[in-house]
């Protein structure tokens, strides 16, 4: 930023100097051509004359000048002002006006005077970038609508037509359970969306505000994964760990918690019955690594490099398993507490999430305000 404010001053100064250039010779002409004429006048009526009406013939003469020049400046600075000042101020209310009306697409060309780049550039060029990005955001909030929609759509379309099955009188008790479990799984589904939406939303608009604390991270992993004992142990998932011991970060475990429950769902979930998922826990330098790999589908290239967008689900085949938004919450709160999350993957493979975030030493003391 720095860089670009020392050229526009540059650019700023050149201009000031081709505008002394300019009126330097402007006015030069103009004093000249008035003395000239004088000269040229009183020479004439001496010649003709006694000397008191040549002078006054001369100085009328050249009072005559002096109006008719002003005048030509006067109109050439109007025509100036119609094309280096009124035509950008109307083209840039022009395109402020689309904006107004939802047109995000406009865009004003660059006016170059005979100076240069002048304010209007700047200005023209910094409302382009506001319409690029509020384009941008238009997007977003666009496919995030229709998204929302789309998932709230699916699993209240499945609760409608079960709980319309519900109705026949004469279904078994069997299909009677089986109806009402689908029905509670995606009454469950919508419930988690809505809670994830809510906390992305709150975690975008800067509403939920770390709380930072001293604690062992390793122990924090451990509870979370036993959380899901039941989901591996009815897919018969290996679980493996290596947690180094006596790790201590300073962050907010509630928000933590929702990297670490997020990432051990989507490996299990993604993770084929009898099949393995690791966690380990090192330390490097003022870092602590986190790393959540398993033996699950796993993800292209292509498709990792979105994987942390709202809604986006590479691999459409177990698009019912999750709502696209898991991912998303997890790249949000690693950035709000100042860490970094990356991603490695091979299809058929599997997947491997590393968190990396700051740590403190084993001595230091947490501080209570």
Known sequence: MSGENAVRRRKRLFAALRHYVVFFFLIAFVITCCMLLFLKTMQTSLEISFMGKGTRTAAALTMGNVLFLSLLCTVIDAVRRRFMVERPVRQIIKGAEKLMHGDFSARIEPIHGFAGEDGFDIIIDCFNRMAKELSGVETLRTDFIANVSHELKTPLAVIQNYGTMLQSPDLIEAQRMEYAKAITEQSRRLADLITNILKLNRL?????????????????????????ENTWGKKNIDIETDLEEEVFVESDDELLSLVWNNLFSNALKFTEAYGMVSVTLKTEGDFAIVRVSDTGCGISPKIGKHIFEKFYQGDTSHATQGNGLGLALVKRVVDIVGGDISVESRLGKGSAFTVKIRRTADGDIQENP
């Open 204 to 228: 975008e608009n800067q509403q939920i505000y770390p709380a930072a604390k001293r604690y062992n991270l390793g122990e924090q992993l451990a509870e979370c994964l036993l959380n899901f």
